[in-house]
C-alpha cells in the first residue's frame, strides 16, 4: 500500500480560479515533505519543502501547508493559470539523509479558459 | 542552474532486446537515482548509486542493471526488455550530503514503449 496518498486523482478548474490538492501520509518517522510540479512530457520540478516544524511555506502563487500531527499537507493554488496545468506530486523523507523518498501518485490539474 | 539530461526522450524497442538508458549531469553530484513513473503509481526506484562504480537497489530492481563509470552519467540497462517495462524512465540527481532530505533534480524522462 502507498504510503503517500494524493487527492483527487484529477480535478478541472477554469482560469482565475483557486484549488487545494490533498496529500496524507503514513510515512514514519517524518523529516520534510515536498511538493513537486510536473509538466507533460517533463521531469518533476520542486515547488516547496516543509519540515516538521513549519506548516506553511508559499511559492508564488503556492502555498503548502503540512499538520504533522495528522500527517496531512495541502497545496493551494490562487488565481490559476493555464500554465498551471501539470501533474503535482507530493513526496515524503524519512530521514534528512535518506535516499529513499516515499511519492504519491499524483495530481492532475487541468486549467481551462 | 543544475541540469540532467537522458539519451533519448522516446524509445521504442522489441521484446528481448537489449536497451540503454543514458543519463548525465552536469553538476558534479555524487548521488544518481533511476525511476520509473506508471500512471496512478508514484514514481518507484529502480537502483540508486552514490558513488562511481558504487550501486544500490532500490525498491523494483528486477530485470534492471546499471553503471557508472562516470561521476557525471549514470546508465540504466535493461538486459532483455518485456513489454512489462514500458513506461516512463525518470534519472535523478542530488549533492551527497543531500541524499534524500532535500531536493533530487530529475531529467525529462524517456518513454519507453516495449513491443
Redesign the interface.
Known amino acids: 500500500k502507498n504510503q503517500v496518498e494524493q487527492s483527487p486523482q484529477s480535478l478541472i478548474i477554469l482560469e482565475g480560479k483557486n484549488c487545494t490538492l490533498q496529500c496524507n501520509y503514513t510515512v514514519s518517522p517524518f523529516s520534510n515533505l515536498r511538493w513537486y510540479k510536473q509538466d507533460t512530457g517533463r521531469g518533476p520540478v520542486s515547488l516547496t519543502i516543509m519540515t516538521f516544524s513549519e506548516n506553511t511555506k508559499s511559492n508564488g502563487r503556492y502555498t503548502a501547508t503540512l499538520d504533522a500531527d495528522t500527517k496531512q499537507s495541502s497545496l493551494h493554488i490562487t488565481a490559476s493559470q493555464l500554465s498551471d496545468s501539470a501533474s503535482y506530486i507530493c513526496v515524503v523523507s524519512r530521514y534528512s539523509n535518506d535516499y529513499k523518498l516515499s511519492f504519491g501518485a499524483g495530481t492532475t490539474v487541468t486549467v481551462r479558459a | 542552474d543544475v541540469k540532467?539530461t537522458q539519451s533519448s526522450?522516446y524509445l521504442v524497442k522489441r521484446t528481448g532486446e537489449k536497451v540503454f538508458l543514458e543519463c548525465v549531469q552536469d553538476m558534479d553530484h555524487e548521488?544518481m537515482?533511476w525511476y520509473r513513473q506508471d500512471p496512478?503509481?508514484?514514481?518507484?526506484?529502480i537502483y540508486?548509486s552514490?558513488d562511481v562504480k558504487m550501486k544500490?537497489k532500490?525498491?523494483i530492481p528486477e530485470g534492471y542493471s546499471v553503471s557508472r563509470e562516470k561521476k557525471e552519467r549514470f546508465s540504466l540497462i535493461l538486459e532483455s526488455a518485456s513489454t512489462n517495462q514500458t513506461s516512463m524512465y525518470?534519472c535523478?540527481s542530488?549533492p551527497r550530503?543531500l541524499?534524500?532530505?532535500?531536493?533530487?533534480y530529475?531529467?525529462?524522462?524517456t518513454r519507453l514503449t516495449v513491443t
Do not use: K
Not at chain 2, 541524499?99 to 533530487?104: D, I, K, N, S, V
Not at chain 2, 530529475?106 to 524522462?109: D, K, N, R, V
Open positions: 540532467v526522450r548521488n537515482f496512478g503509481l508514484g514514481l518507484r526506484l540508486f552514490y544500490e532500490g525498491d525518470l535523478a542530488s550530503r541524499a534524500g532530505g532535500l531536493e533530487q530529475f531529467g525529462p524522462g
